[in-house]
């Protein structure tokens, strides 16, 4: 597998969208470098959600993805893009998430759910 792209809103210590743009390494490997407390494990925990639905570590319960510095209105998700065996797939995954209702002041919970586009399906949604 290799990563193409990599689209985090709300996730983790990001509060907003982040973008990664893994084709910009071209077919080099590449390292992800930084201090602690930079963000590099949130990145392996969003490759690990949107493909397995759970993070990267033991320790970092789904619930607890979602952006505590994000607003109540920033839909939490992360969207992968990756090549396999030639071929591109784009997996988003929703966790459960409390959103402002459309009307009132009340919570309204958005359930989680997965989105799968790649070659020999049609684009479907899941939990």
Same mark, same amino acid.
């Given at each position: 597998?290799?990563?193409?792209? +990599?689209?985090?809103s ?5 509060? *907003?969208?982040?973008?990664? *743009?893994?084709?910009?390494?071209? *077919? ?7 201090p602690?407390? %930079? =963000? ?5 925990? %969003?490759?690990?959600? %949107? +493909? ?5 570590? /033991?320790?970092?319960?789904t ?19 990756? %090549?396999? /065996? =030639? ?9 459960? /998430? ?5 009307? =009132?002041?009340?919570?309204?919970? *958005? ?17």
């Amino acid at each position: 597998m290799k990563p193409l792209h +990599l689209t985090m809103s709300a996730f983790g210590p990001y509060k *907003d969208l982040v973008e990664i *743009d893994f084709t910009k390494f071209g *077919d080099r490997m590449f390292l992800i470098n930084g201090p602690t407390g %930079a =963000g590099k494990t949130t990145i392996f925990d %969003a490759i690990c959600y %949107a +493909l397995y639905g759970e993070a990267s570590g /033991q320790y970092r319960e789904t619930s607890t993805l979602r952006s505590g510095f994000a607003s109540p209105d920033t839909v939490t998700f992360v969207k992968f893009v990756f %090549a396999y /065996q =030639g071929k591109e797939y784009t997996i988003t995954r929703y966790p459960n /998430q409390l959103r402002p209702a459309k009307r =009132g002041d009340k919570q309204v919970e *958005d359930k989680a759910h997965v989105e799968l586009v790649g070659p020999g399906f049609s684009p479907i949604s899941a939990i």
